[in-house]
């Protein structure tokens, strides 16, 4: 019989340095904990355990929707060229 995992896919979780997140994956080697404001991170599941406390809270919405081009990406860069008003008179 494999041994009994600590956390369950989906538990809400609180990592010290990281802040609150959701188990995406658990197995007796590795942990991936997708967290709020950090994305996902994977760890030894034995050293994380230790550093976890359960939450209470209720899983965060999955949010959806295009991300924001980044400055200076090209998108960004046509963004900005249509928004300025044209130098030339005519």
Not at 53 to 68: C, H, L, N, Q, W
Request: aromatic share 4%.
């Amino acid at each position: 019989m494999p041994p009994r995992l600590p956390f369950q896919q989906g538990s809400q979780v609180e990592h010290e340095r990281f802040g609150l997140g959701s188990v995406v994956n658990i197995t007796e080697e590795r942990m991936t904990i997708r967290y709020d404001d950090h994305g996902e991170k994977t760890f030894v599941t034995s050293i994380a355990v230790t550093q976890l406390r359960k939450s209470d809270r209720e899983p965060p919405a999955e949010k959806k929707g295009k991300r924001k081009a980044a400055a200076g990406t090209p998108a960004k860069r046509a963004a900005k060229k249509k928004a300025e008003p044209s130098t030339q008179e005519a």
